[in-house]
Structure formats: structure tokens, C-alpha cells
């Protein structure tokens, strides 16, 4: 049996996360809104350290791990 890619694993795991967030937002204070933010920076940056790891140096698959589909959230999305 195939393991997943490190993408295709990811993928659906950061759009859960997306929508935690978007969901959130609405009723987090201004520091729970910066403890959030930072506690997502470190998980992007232990994400990206493991899906390398994976790819075992196939660059589209670290490549595509990378890219969103999406555009970042902006200032606007936090504060709605």
C-alpha cells in the first residue's frame, strides 16, 4: 500500500484549520487572536520541517506542500 503524499496529507488537515479559525474569529479578544496566530506560525513552520522530511527531496511534493489554493487570510478575515 502507497503512502499518501505529504500534500495530500496536509491539504485537508489546514482547511479544517481554516475553517477553525474563520469560525473563531468572531469571538477571540485581541490577544487570544495573537496566541492563535502564533501557535499556527510554529505549526506551519513543524508542518513544513516534517513534509520536507517526507518528500525525501521530490521538490513538487515540498512544492506543492507550500502552495495554497487559497489566499491568505488578511487583516479584514480576523476581525469579522
Do not use: F, Y
Amino acid at each position: 500500500m502507497r503512502r499518501k503524499s505529504a500534500p495530500a496529507t496536509i491539504r485537508p488537515l489546514i482547511n479544517e484549520l481554516k475553517t477553525v479559525i474563520q469560525l473563531a474569529t468572531s469571538t477571540l479578544t485581541t490577544q487570544e487572536g495573537r496566541a492563535i496566530i502564533s501557535a499556527i506560525a510554529v505549526l506551519c513552520q513543524e508542518t513544513a520541517k516534517w513534509a520536507e522530511t517526507v518528500a525525501g527531496g521530490q521538490h513538487e511534493d515540498i512544492r506543492m506542500s507550500k502552495v495554497s489554493d487559497n489566499p491568505p487570510l488578511g487583516p479584514r478575515a480576523m476581525t469579522a
